[in-house]
């Protein structure tokens, strides 16, 4: 269900909550940096974009656009209606904010989304679960 996050007055406008939330992931992870984009807040590593949030028109949802590896894709796009392939990129994957939100998932997602758009260097410096 959508609706009780903060309301925005102008597109891109991204509600200070979810702002919160995302520099905290984000600005933790080595030589990322947060920017405004043509539209709403994108999370960078040098010159590539690891998220972007951002509202099109005042009254919609909140949506954010990551990275994901191609068999990820079509797990987070079978799961359920808050994922879906963006309209570019082959490994561009939105994913709509709702009242409840997985905050421990997106800060998986936009971790992988910054090991996929990192220099090898920087990515080695992220530490990451052991797999099982």
Request: charged share 25%; glycine share 6%.
């Amino acid at each position: 269900m959508a609706g009780s996050f903060g309301r925005v007055s102008a597109p891109g406008d991204v509600p200070e909550e979810i702002l919160v939330r995302l520099r905290a992931v984000c600005l933790a992870l080595p030589e990322a940096y947060e920017e405004p984009a043509w539209i709403g807040v994108r999370w960078r590593i040098r010159q590539r974009t690891v998220a972007h949030a951002y509202i099109r028109d005042p009254g919609d949802e909140c949506v954010m656009t990551f990275r994901a590896p191609g068999e990820e894709i079509i797990a987070l796009v079978q799961s359920g209606h808050v994922f879906e392939r963006a309209d570019w990129g082959d490994n561009v994957v939105r994913m709509t904010f709702t009242d409840d939100v997985d905050w421990a998932e997106v800060a998986e997602l936009l971790t992988e989304s910054y090991l996929i758009q990192a220099p090898k260097r920087l990515a080695a410096l992220v530490d990451r679960p052991p797999l099982p």
